[in-house]
């Protein structure tokens, strides 16, 4: 190496040139990092996966907006009428309740009869929608085989099939199906299973899990926060919070 | 001249630059879009850009039910334009694509099927709707003879224990595509269109 390259080579590199390098670094950074302009609309989590009959309501007694439900149990370890029982108990007796919820446009009403009177409902073949019954509260010993649980004692809800009516500002569901892990609501403790039932009556009209849609889990006070999921920090209670009610009513309102 | 202006060391780093630059580019230009959950249309998911539907017949099925099919689509929407433009199905009936990938068909009794398609994704495909034509006798295994159809998750996007239909499969037995009751509520609500004809079941109790 002669003298004049190595003096080049132990030229400083020109402050415009390293400015350069962050200009491109930052180019980089914001092309890799931003997902394709068609390809992303942020879901607004509690304000979309939800029965979409909570917006509406029937006055004078049982119309076509109200929610119907039926419950079907396909373990002998809890019978029909006990299953049936432990959820109209938490939906529709018990206080505070989902049931009534933004002036009634949550208006459940049972169905007497096992689910699969109304349908061809089945725990083999999995027949899942019955035109007309708006939730199904299906009890099975192990829900491992749900996609939405997918492990022995979690309950978990399934959305399906999705619509979106004429002036209505969003899709959502036609109906839902709730897979109830018997372990989950077989305690003797009424606020056991009256809480497991309220936090997936949660879901079907639109809360979500802490951490599911949000960047950092947050613990308030929630039915949806039970100590499963945030341990110490979780929400005891069996029922659902003033805060769930008001989120439910924000989503019935679509105010996002 | 240009290496006067600039040094060697100098034009390498320019040189640097310029291929980072088409690095990255080519990179985003040419990766897989990924799919969100879109509930603002009824399309449902962010990689799609129509409407689709796929379309699957059991061996002895008929040919004409493809044709009874697409007539169904096509008096769908004639009947309810605005409500079908409104559920974001396009302006014309799609075409019923041949095939669809991944089908469990039929729906058979296979323990964890909770799905007749691919079940849970992170990557849903094209198709909106699929559409299974099976046969009266297969129906009745599956059903019994008092059920003409069904409505069945093909592909469903989860988000801690809750999933979401995004793709919808509509079961539906051979002789039940001339009946009415298929038009609504069956194939409406699989298109994703609320149904006008729900059956009126019996009252329920507070």
Not at chain 1, 67 to 94: G, I, N, P, W
Not at chain 1, 100 to 123: F, H, M, P, W
Not at chain 1, 139 to 144: F, G, H
Request: hydrophobic share 35%.
């Amino acid at each position: 190496m002669n003298t004049t390259s190595q003096a080049r080579s132990s030229e400083k590199t020109p402050r415009w040139v390293l400015f350069l390098w962050s200009v491109v670094a930052i180019i980089v950074v914001s092309w890799v990092s931003t997902p394709m302009a068609n390809a992303y609309h942020h879901d607004h989590g509690t304000d979309r996966l939800h029965n979409r009959y909570i917006h509406y309501t029937t006055t004078g007694g049982q119309g076509v907006n109200d929610e119907d439900y039926c419950v079907q149990s396909f373990t002998t370890r809890m019978t029909f009428a006990t299953a049936l029982a432990r959820v109209k108990r938490t939906l529709t007796e018990l206080s505070p309740r989902w049931d009534g919820t933004g002036n009634y446009r949550i208006d459940l009403y049972a169905k007497g009869s096992q689910c699969s009177d109304y349908g061809t409902v089945n725990e083999t073949t999995r027949t899942e929608y019955i035109p007309g019954i708006e939730y199904q509260y299906r009890v099975r010993n192990n829900n491992a085989d749900i996609s939405a649980c997918g492990a022995d004692n979690v309950s978990c809800v399934t959305h399906h099939p999705a619509v979106k009516e004429s002036g209505a500002a969003h899709g959502h569901f036609e109906a839902e199906i709730s897979f109830l892990d018997v372990d989950n609501i077989l305690s003797n403790t009424e606020s056991v299973w009256q809480a497991h039932i309220n936090h997936e009556t949660g879901h079907i009209i639109g809360l979500r899990d802490p951490g599911s849609h949000e960047t950092t889990k947050t613990c308030t006070a929630s039915i949806m926060h039970i100590p499963w999921y945030c341990g110490v920090q979780g929400y005891t209670n069996s029922y659902p919070s003033t805060g769930d009610f008001n989120s439910v009513v924000h989503i019935m309102d679509n105010t996002d | 001249m240009l290496v006067r202006a600039f040094t060697r060391k100098t034009l390498t780093h320019i040189g640097a630059m310029a291929i980072v630059l088409s690095l990255a580019y080519s990179y985003i230009v040419t990766r897989p879009a990924k799919a969100e959950l879109n509930m603002e249309t009824n399309l449902m998911v962010s990689t799609r850009d129509r409407f689709r539907v796929c379309f699957q017949a059991e061996s002895g099925v008929s040919a004409a039910a493809k044709e009874k099919l697409v007539g169904s689509m096509n008096k769908l929407r004639s009947q309810r334009t605005a409500d079908w433009e409104w559920a974001d199905l396009g302006r014309n009936v799609p075409v019923l694509e041949q095939g669809c990938p991944g089908a469990s068909f039929p729906p058979n009794a296979t323990a964890g099927a909770a799905a007749i398609g691919r079940g849970r994704t992170t990557a849903p495909g094209p198709h909106r709707t699929t559409i299974f034509v099976v046969s009266d006798a297969t129906a009745d295994a599956m059903w019994g003879p008092k059920a003409n159809a069904d409505i069945i998750p093909y592909e469903l996007m989860c988000f801690s224990h809750e999933c979401a239909s995004v793709t919808s499969g509509l079961v539906v037995r051979e002789s039940f595509l001339d009946q009415p009751d298929f038009l609504d509520p069956w194939l409406s609500i699989s298109v994703g269109m609320a149904a006008k004809n729900l059956p009126q079941l019996e009252p329920g109790f507070k």
